[in-house]
């Protein structure tokens, strides 16, 4: 049982930077694929950006390409999304996400672990 633990949450101004961190109890992480996702109050869970369990590759969601690195430390179990050039509509929970797999999926129903979320605030 993976639990996960999200920090780095705040409010910052349009233009600014956050870096969340995902940390993982699990010990293997590297056997899990993870990935962030963001959900706003009436809508779904939305795919931000994916990391595969090596790390090697990754994948991002077209609002944020350009904008945000995902990247992972197995060695520390963590996982982390620096997010650049923040703007209003980048406000919202941010969730990090594990699955017991090599590879990311976009779609939040292939996860089986959840962190409880960290809250974003980007103002105008």
């Known amino acids: 049982q993976v639990q996960l633990v999200e920090s780095g949450g705040g409010l910052v101004q349009a233009g600014g930077s956050l870096r969340l961190s995902c940390a993982a109890s699990?010990?293997?992480?590297?056997?899990?694929?993870m990935a962030w996702f963001r959900q706003t109050p009436g809508k779904e869970r939305e795919f931000v950006a994916g990391?595969?369990?090596?790390?090697?590759?990754?994948s991002y969601t077209d609002s944020v390409k350009g904008r945000a690195t995902i990247s992972r430390d197995n060695t520390q179990s963590t996982m982390y999304l620096q997010m650049d050039s923040l703007r209003p509509e980048d406000t919202a929970v941010y969730f990090c996400?594990?699955?017991?797999?090599?590879?990311?999926?976009?779609?939040?129903?292939?996860?089986?672990?959840w962190g409880q979320g960290t809250q974003v605030t980007v103002s105008t």
């Open positions: 699990e010990g293997t992480v590297s056997n899990y694929a």
């Open positions: 990391i595969s369990g090596g790390g090697s590759t990754t």
């Open positions: 996400a594990a699955r017991l797999s090599l590879w990311y999926h976009q779609s939040p129903r292939e996860y089986s672990y």
